[in-house]
């Protein structure tokens, strides 16, 4: 069978999902798994064609990703219904609806513990449509599994330039869902509840990654401050001599022992992610964090000597007024009268599940207006999400089955 990631190779790498797939694969008596990226021709592992395999695992973390997929089953000369048995998951497929024009199954969960039964069926000689019942959406019907997170990969996937320890990160998952339920977040909705990895999993991950020669470790997770353990698996990864990179933070978890972990791991640049500085509009998106606690955030982290703070915002967010981006502005000042920021504004796109997903859409126009008028009061670069691509991941996310053909179209 083959593992496609619809990226390039050292993208599918830092991806744990692909990874963990693929292992578990390879895992499956009788099956034997080959990976697939975009930038290299045939399989990773032997050159074969994708058409030479009887599955195809692949995993979606982005709306896009469903048009590059298109794109490199048109150039295997595959179409949907028509070669081996497609069969895709991750987050891009939360609303599985305009995958299923392309893919013969969609897994709506977590793909552990159903991927081993899944192989085992088709192994044997059965359909997608056998697949029903183990988190799969498959010929319009749907069921859904949830992960305990027992299983971890007891390796790696390594990349080596030469003699030297592997040049990519070790990837480590502290824990996976959120139950924030902030209301414009796929996550929030669709992955509950936080479900954290054992002490002794995380410990015995980083003692793999010492051990396997890996210097960096990719700490993943929505809400990863959230874990009991969290300060200890951080002076761990520290005490092995290796340094970590944390995703944006919740600014109210964040304790002065973590940021000490942080640059004693050598890291300079701390990410949040208010989303807004307004306080009606925290309220309303039900993400609330206090503008005082980012300042003082701001403050411990320039005093511990952390260089830049990351600030991740949105714009058109439901309800917005003016007002609301000012104050995002206003926080931005303040923010930079203590360390140097930069600024992500990414526009707001509807996601199936979630209270907004019916909520309207700002039109390209816009949006782009308000990310002018937002970057022009602040000091600080501002780094502004492409409108039209969120215009298309938002049709993606709430498409139909229709939507499906209009990518598949678009890719001839
Ligand atoms: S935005 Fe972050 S905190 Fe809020 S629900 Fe999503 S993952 Fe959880």
């Known amino acids: 069978m083959a593992v496609l990631y619809p990226g390039p190779y050292m993208a599918a790498v830092n991806s744990l ?26 399989s990773v592992e032997s050159g074969a064609r994708l058409s030479d395999f009887d599955v195809v695992l692949i995993t979606l973390h982005f709306e896009g990703q469903l048009h590059v997929l298109s794109r490199i089953l048109r150039s295997e000369g595959l179409s949907p219904g028509r ?8 987050p891009a497929l939360s609303n599985p609806l305009p995958g299923s024009f392309i893919l013969d199954a969609c897994f709506l969960g977590d793909g552990e513990p159903a991927v081993p039964k899944m192989l085992q069926i088709l192994a044997e000689g059965g359909s997608p449509e056998d697949l029903e019942g183990l988190g799969a959406f498959v010929r319009g019907r749907a069921s ?6 027992s299983y971890v990969p007891d390796r790696q996937i390594e990349v080596h330039l030469g003699q030297g320890p592997p040049v990519n990160p070790f990837l480590l998952e502290v824990n996976r869902g959120c139950s924030r339920g902030c ?4 996550l929030g909705w669709t992955q509950r509840p936080r479900r954290d990895r054992p002490w002794s999993q995380l410990r015995d991950q980083v003692e793999l990654a010492s051990s396997a020669g890996f210097t960096k470790v990719y700490l993943i997770g929505s809400e990863i401050l959230a874990h009991p353990r969290i300060a200890d698996l951080l002076w761990l990864i520290v005490e092995r001599g290796l340094s970590f990179s944390l ?54 982290a320039r005093e511990l000597g952390f260089k830049k703070m990351r600030v991740y915002l949105m714009a058109g967010l439901p309800f917005e007024e003016k007002e609301d981006l000012q104050a995002s ?19 707001f796109v509807p996601k199936p599940f979630t209270p907004f997903q019916w909520a309207p859409m700002d039109r390209p126009e816009e949006l782009r207006s308000k990310a002018k008028f937002l970057s022009s009061r602040v000091p600080v670069r501002v780094k502004v999400g492409h409108p039209g691509r969120a215009a298309v991941q938002a049709l993606i996310s709430l498409g139909g089955r229709e939507v499906g053909r209009v990518v598949w179209e678009a890719s001839a």
């Open 17 to 42: 999902g692909h990874q963990m797939i693929y292992f578990i694969a390879n895992s499956v008596e009788g099956v034997m798994a080959e990976r697939f990226v975009t930038d290299v021709e045939g």
């Open 83 to 90: 070669g081996p048995i497609l069969i895709g998951g991750g």
């Open 144 to 149: 859904f599994v949830r992960s305990s997170l």
């Open 183 to 186: 209301r414009f977040c796929l």
């Open 247 to 300: 995703p944006s933070l919740r600014a109210d978890l964040i304790t002065r022992d973590i940021l000490e972990a942080a640059r004693a791991s050598g890291e300079r640049t701390i990410t949040v992610a208010p989303e807004t500085g307004s306080v009606r509009l925290k309220r309303v998106i039900n993400k609330f964090i206090e503008n005082e606690t980012l300042l003082d955030l701001a403050r411990d």
């Open 329 to 347: 502005a206003d926080l931005i000042r303040s923010l930079s009268t203590h360390i140097r920021v930069e600024v992500s504004l990414s526009p």
